[in-house]
């Protein structure tokens, strides 16, 4: 880097430059901060034009628009696709009690996300900052809600979650090591974090080479769905399967009010994913068409690959048999595949690669919004001058969530939170609905029918009644947590006069970062 470059002399002159030459590399003039970044939907423009804040201009330090509708679909697909559908898709089965209402509910739960997608269609395409649900709640509802949001997910649910999946693709790549006996526990940890490294490299990198990654394993997921549909449709074809017929598919079917919200729940958590094309929405080239037509092609693929799986695995397995399993496809594949059994734990593996690259690579746009908007420090919105990736935001990603190598129970800090989600996705809608009415004028390429956001918003509130219903423990928990954020915000943004010994801290320690990793300010 130019303005950093190592000088023979040590004279005071030099030492000024130097400063001089950080300083402009650090200010929010450079591109990477906003003017008054707390402001409901300031600046105007920025929302609305999809060439503005980061967007796809042919010159200067930004990302650029290089996620194609290809790539957009294999991000919604892959993501949603990971290994919850291949190891235990018996959440809905045990709440349901049958085989029919299982499959009516899994085809519930994508025509529901469906919606719920159709309407961040309309959100992505009026409001077309990346940042998904936490640009859409800082536009309508303002600063401290949307850094609550954003304290939840750097905090928890993010790596967590990206922990959870690497180390079942680490205990799916051993177990061919360890036939007889469970994968040793440290040993899975260490090939979940190398697994988190590696693609925290691709996608440093080159964010073609991280959308490549994910186009080409979200097709072998499509792959291994598609294999175990084909056994269930020649076992269907087979007969032996009267259970299927619609007069005894229903039989010990579970109709209670309570029952029929945690089958829902554990649907629509295999489905969780459908929102995340809207984080990177500033680097999809032609947003106001390809984002909703990859949300159009995504979601009734996944919905229809789900029910036919689960179909097939009805084939073979009842209902009692899946609650008893530990890993539905393998147990699937051991009976049907015989000595080629061993393609469903590796497609597992595979299926899990890919969906902690698209989660890496939507969290870490999500951290450098949130850095943009003066949420977190300044560093994280930084991008590197040659490889145009968000290198600060992607490291911090990936060191959050190899801090989770060290937790001992992962799951129960993430049921503190079943509520979380579906709450912020219906304050986001709810926000839509008050920017049609607030603001009629804004452009909208799309606006879907009243009825869809209305008819959503309200299951969202069913979902969320249901889970303070049955985990009112886990939700009162949960709420502490998130408490945990007011003080940090109070803190680091609302305080605006800190002491110039803090400033001078903070600054030199961002300069100091930004010099290693030798990244600067996006340019508008």
């Avoid at 036939?179 to 040993?187: K, R």
């Avoid at 691709?202 to 979200?218: E, G, L, P, W």
Wanted: hydrophobic share 45%.
């Amino acid at each position: 880097m130019s303005g950093l470059k190592k000088r023979n002399s040590n004279s005071s002159a030099d030492r000024e430059e130097d400063k001089q030459v950080t300083e402009r590399m650090l200010s929010p003039g450079s591109g990477g901060d906003k003017a008054d970044s707390n402001q409901v939907g300031a600046p105007g423009g920025d929302a609305k034009s999809p060439n503005n804040a980061g967007g796809g201009g042919d010159e200067g330090v930004a990302l650029k628009r290089t996620i194609t509708l290809m790539n957009g679909v294999a991000i919604i697909v892959g993501t949603i696709i990971g290994s919850g559908i291949f190891i235990t898709p018996t959440g809905v089965v045990r709440e349901a009690g049958s085989v029919g209402l299982s499959l009516i509910v899994w085809a519930v739960c994508g025509v529901f996300s469906t919606v719920g997608a159709l309407c961040y269609a309309e959100l992505g395409t009026t409001i077309t900052k990346s940042g998904g649900d936490y640009a859409y709640i800082l536009e309508v509802y303002g600063s401290l809600l949307a850094f609550l949001k954003l304290w939840i997910e750097l905090l928890i649910i993010r790596p967590s979650s990206q922990y959870i999946v690497a180390y079942v693709f680490a205990t799916y790549l051993l177990k061919p090591i360890f036939p007889v006996c469970p994968v040793p526990e440290n040993g899975a940890k260490l090939v979940a974090c190398l697994c988190i490294l590696l693609l925290t490299f691709v996608n440093c990198y080159s964010v073609k080479a991280a959308t490549r990654v994910q186009d080409f394993f979200a097709a072998a997921k499509l792959l291994a769905l598609g294999l175990i549909i084909i056994i269930g449709f020649v076992k269907i074809g087979q007969g032996g399967t009267d259970s299927l017929l619609p007069e005894n598919s229903f039989e010990g079917s579970k109709y209670e009010f309570g029952n029929i919200g945690l089958a829902l729940y554990s649907g629509l958590f295999a489905y969780g994913g459908w929102n995340y094309l809207n984080f990177v929405t500033e680097e999809m080239i032609e947003p106001y068409k390809n984002l909703p037509r990859a949300i159009i092609i995504s979601l009734p693929i996944v919905t229809v690959v789900y029910v036919l799986t689960n179909l097939a695995y009805f084939t073979t397995l009842s209902p009692e048999q899946m609650l008893g399993s530990e890993a539905v496809a393998v147990d699937f594949g051991n009976y049907h595949l015989g000595p080629m059994a061993w393609i469903i734990p590796v497609f597992v593996g595979l299926s899990c690669f890919g969906s902690v690259n698209g989660s890496l690579f939507t969290s870490s746009r999500l951290f450098f919004v949130g850095s943009r908007e003066g949420h977190l420090p300044s560093l994280l919105s930084m991008i590197h001058p040659t490889l145009l990736t968000p290198l600060p935001s992607l490291l911090f990603t990936c060191l959050m969530t190899l801090l989770y190598a060290f937790s001992k129970d992962i799951f129960s800090v993430i049921n503190f939170f079943s509520f979380f989600n579906w709450l912020c996705i219906a304050l986001a809608i709810v926000g839509m609905m008050w920017l049609r009415y607030k603001k009629p004028d804004l452009d909208r390429p799309i606006k879907v029918n009243i009825l869809l956001p209305v008819s959503f918003v309200l299951a969202c509130l069913f979902l969320i009644i249901v889970s303070f219903w049955k985990t009112p423990k886990e939700c009162a928990i949960g709420f502490g947590i998130i408490a945990t954020g007011v003080p940090v915000y109070l803190f680091g943004v609302w305080w605006k006069d800190k002491p110039k010994w803090l400033q001078s801290g903070i600054f030199s320690t961002t300069a100091f970062c930004q010099k290693m990793m030798e990244v600067v300010p996006q340019e508008s």
